[in-house]
T-cell receptor, first 114, second 114 residues
Framework: AQSVTQLGSHVSVSEGALVLLRCNYS??????LFWYVQYPNQGLQLLLK??????LVKGINGFEAEFKKSETSFHLTKPSAHMSDAAEYFC????????????FGTGTRLLVSP | KAGVTQTPRYLIKTRGQQVTLSCSPI?????VSWYQQTPGQGLQFLFE???????NKGNFPGRFSGRQFSNSRSEMNVSTLELGDSALYLC?????????????FGQGTRLTVV
């Protein structure tokens, strides 16, 4: 079965600093990969996704992620953190050729200090 | 274009009762998935419906059931509620059932079982 590991339940950065949220997947065949963000008392919003093609994926709000098959990773980055980025971030996978069934990581709460 | 609408937003029920949650997908979307979010277990897939047929089911007891109507609206039902069913229930819709298709989430229904 596929699984996703997010290292660090909490990540703290200063405003303007680099944001790096880590995600590793476990699958013999590269799955489809997603990053979602959740603000308090809200649903999930898609930041970006990797299905096929270019391994560097750009998303909304200045976020990007790079698919590295050799490292089974899909880390999320943003060059300069903003206060409004404070939220919980979830990495998720679905199997290639499979149906709508997202398998989520445990989430990383991003804290941004002024 | 209206987003995914879940009703009600908040619900308080007593142990042993049953509850029905509703989800209206984005217009034109035919796939509806349900997820349970708890602090302990994180985000877990419940089931997915496409064209009124359940395509996939997560590892939940039979007390959890769902259905989809011809207009793609979906309901999920939980019978004989337990305290552990307290959670945020999220509905997601997508244009089709492929795993590479973006899922749009509603704001969720927060169920509290007392």
């Amino acid at each position: 079965a596929q699984s996703v590991t997010q290292l660090g339940s909490h990540v703290s950065v200063s405003e303007g600093a680099l944001v790096l949220l880590r995600c590793n997947y476990s699958s013999s065949v590269p799955p489809y990969l997603f990053w979602y963000v959740q603000y308090p008392n809200q649903g999930l919003q898609l930041l970006l996704k990797y299905t096929t093609g270019a391994t560097l994926v750009k998303g909304i709000n200045g976020f990007e992620a790079e698919f590295k098959k050799s490292e089974t990773s899909f880390h999320l980055t943003k060059p300069s953190a903003h206060m409004s980025d404070a939220a919980e971030y979830f990495c998720a996978v679905t199997p290639q050729g499979g149906f709508q069934k997202l398998v989520f990581g445990t989430g990383t709460r991003l804290l941004v200090s002024p | 274009k209206a987003g995914v609408t879940q009703t009600p937003r908040y619900l308080i029920k007593t142990r042993g009762q049953q509850v029905t949650l509703s989800c209206s997908p984005i217009s034109g979307h035919r796939s509806v998935s349900w997820y349970q979010q708890t602090p302990g277990q994180g985000l877990q897939f419940l089931f997915e419906y496409f064209s009124e047929t359940q395509r996939n089911k997560g590892n939940f007891p039979g007390r959890f059931s769902g259905r989809q109507f011809s207009n793609s609206r979906s309901e999920m039902n939980v019978s004989t509620l337990e305290l552990g069913d307290s959670a945020l229930y999220l509905c997601a819709s997508s244009q089709n059932t492929g795993g590479n298709t973006e899922a749009f989430f509603g704001q969720g229904t927060r169920l509290t079982v007392v």
